[in-house]
């Protein structure tokens, strides 16, 4: 067998080959990320974070916060799945056909793979990945393991929770009959819990929110907890449920809600489309419902503001504004 040893150019050219993207672009860093969990089915986050660097650093100067930015997206847009543990795992196939005639590809399936599949290279964006869609292509999805979703499924509207004074009252009733006794997430030490105050003069995650009902903590190996008590203490003092990333998201707009502070959606007309800004992180169905109906207008990973054509903005707002509370503002 003979070893080859390749310059930084040819290098970065045979992996731009491989991917369909520039190594150190975004679309190449969210290939990478696939092709690494997909490969193993399962892989610790930490570790494929620094797989992938690696991998790159010869060819391409990646910042490590931004890449694990790029996996933050990737989980949200439905190609990884993060478990608890810390470890990512690989998705299948699934192709939403939209009205426009695309459909959006979520899977952790590389990009080469699926062009093979369906006889067309898909485009990709950030994390995104769109494909002109043809029925034809059903077949090809099923041959892979996959299946065709309608939006409203993928998004899973139908199964989440409006974030209401609802919501917050059947987080209560788990606290009421499923309450873990206070400390119970510090086996590894004290947690710097932080509450969150959805109005005032200093709203947020603060530290000293002593009558918080919704909390938030980072753990030794940065991982991050979160938490529902009855406002009399943190989970270091008092009996709490813990909530999932999701959860969460959705307690913090209940909140605000009830606060009657909920977040400015401001809704700006440029070049024909509605640019929406969105001052905050949406939960999953949400997020999922947006990002079939716009596409992001800024940071691929940041994801905050957003286009959509000018006759689809009056429902999307009017969604956002129902099932979370925000205030729609023209801009």
């Keep these: 067998m003979t070893l080859t040893l390749l310059d930084a150019t040819t290098a970065a050219e045979r992996l731009h080959q491989r991917l369909g993207a520039e190594p150190g672009s975004d679309e190449g860093l969210c290939a990478l990320l696939r092709a690494e969990v997909h490969a193993r089915g399962q892989a610790p986050r930490s570790a494929t974070l620094d797989r992938v660097r690696r991998l790159v650093a010869p060819i391409a100067e990646v910042d490590a916060e931004h890449l694990a930015g790029l996996v933050d997206a990737l989980q949200r847009e439905g190609d990884l799945v993060l478990a608890p543990g810390g470890v990512l795992w690989a998705t299948p196939l699934r192709a939403v056909p939209l009205l426009n005639g695309a459909a959006r590809l979520f899977s952790s399936l590389s990009t080469p793979d699926l062009a093979k599949a369906l006889g067309v290279a898909p485009a990709a964006r950030g994390a995104a990945r769109t494909v002109a869609w043809q029925e034809a292509m059903a077949d090809a999805v099923a041959s892979l393991g996959g299946r065709v979703l309608p939006p409203e499924t993928w998004a899973g509207l139908d199964r989440a929770p409006r974030a209401d004074a609802a919501f917050l009252a059947r987080l209560d009733e788990r606290l009421a009959w499923e309450a873990e006794p206070p400390a119970s997430l510090e086996r590894d030490g004290p947690l710097e819990w932080r509450g969150w105050v959805p109005d005032g003069e200093r709203p947020g995650w603060r530290r000293d929110a002593a009558t918080a009902h919704l909390w938030w903590a980072r753990t030794p190996l940065r991982g991050h907890r979160r938490a529902w008590t009855s406002g009399e203490g943190s989970p270091a003092t008092t009996r709490f449920v813990g909530l999932s990333f999701d959860e969460a998201d959705r307690a913090r707009f209940a909140l605000s809600r009830q606060a009657g502070a909920s977040p400015t959606l401001v809704v ?17 169905a949400e997020y999922r419902w947006l990002s079939l109906q716009a596409e992001a207008a800024g940071d691929a990973v940041q994801a905050t503001r957003w286009r959509v054509p000018l006759d689809a903005a009056s429902a999307v707002t009017a969604l956002l504004a129902d099932r979370l509370g925000l205030v729609v503002e023209e801009g």
């Design 268 to 284: 700006e007309q440029v070049d024909g489309h509605a640019i929406l800004e969105i001052p905050a992180w949406l939960p999953r």
